[in-house]
C-alpha cells in the first residue's frame, strides 16, 4: 500500500465549540475548517500540525457513530487516518491480506476526500481511515 504521511488524527468530543478553546487558546493552533457531514451524522473541525491535521468530530445526532463512541468510551482518540494514492486499490490490497473491512468501498468524507474505514478488530485495535 502507497502511504504518504498521517492525513489525520480524529478526536470525538461532545462539543467542537467547547473544544475549540483548548486547540486555539492553550495549544496555539488555528481551526481552518468547520463543516458537517451530514451523511455520517458528524460535524468536523480541522487544525494543521505540520503534514498533519487533527480533526475533532462532534456527534450531530444521538444515533450517530460519534455519540456511541462517546457513550461507551467519552471524549478522545477515535481513529488514525492514513493518506493514499487510491483508497480502492488500498481496500483491495489489505482485504486481499485478510483484513476485515467496514466500508467495501471509498465514500466521500469531510474536506471533499475519498475515505474507508479499517475494522480495528483487524488492525490491532485501531479504528484505520484511508484517505484520498
Known sequence: MDISHIEHIGIAVKSI???LPYYENIL???CYNIEEVADQKVKTAFFKVGQTKIELLEPTSDD???A???ENRGEGVHHL???VSNVADAL????AKGVRLIDKAPRKGAE???IAFLHPK???GVLTELCQ
Open 28 to 30: 496555539g493552533l488555528k
Open 17 to 19: 465549540t467547547d473544544s
Open 64 to 66: 450517530s457513530t460519534i
Open 81 to 83: 487516518a492514513f493518506a
Open 122 to 124: 483487524s488492525t490491532a
Open 112 to 114: 471533499g476526500l475519498s
Open 92 to 95: 483491495a490490497e489489505v482485504e
Open 68 to 70: 456511541k463512541f462517546i
